[in-house]
């Protein structure tokens, strides 16, 4: 089994900047093959998909967020993260990652306009 814990959530003006790390413990090689990725949930909407990346590097994001979020991996910490600059009063929600099939508890990230 994989354990998840996400951390760097926080308040940040339009136009800030934060990063969101998921450190992942338990089973090493279910976390090394595993495709990770970064969802969110905005109050009153679906969970969406930010920005997922394979094992190999090869990183995907939705459209709302190319440009200004980058997804990462090290694999050697078995934690992945999610650069976003620029940030929106609309990229406001609760961030979960996701490494294979275990989930994270979420972390809220909150930008004032």
């Known amino acids: 089994q994989v354990q998840l814990v996400e951390s760097g959530g926080g308040l940040v003006q339009a136009g800030g900047s934060l990063r969101l790390s998921c450190a992942a413990s338990?089973?090493?090689?279910?976390?090394?093959?595993?495709?990770m990725a970064w969802y969110r949930q905005a109050p009153g909407k679906q969970r969406e998909l930010v920005a997922g990346?394979?094992?190999?590097?090869?990183?995907n994001y939705a459209d709302s967020v190319k440009g200004r979020f980058t997804i990462s991996r090290n694999n050697a910490k078995n934690t992945v993260y999610l650069q976003m600059n620029s940030l929106k009063p609309e990229d406001t929600a609760v961030y979960y990652c996701?490494?294979?099939?275990?989930r994270g508890q979420g972390t809220q990230v909150t930008v004032s306009s």
């Open positions: 996701a490494v294979g099939a275990a």
């Open positions: 338990g089973s090493i090689f279910s976390i090394v093959i595993a495709a």
């Open positions: 990346i394979t094992n190999s590097g090869s990183a």
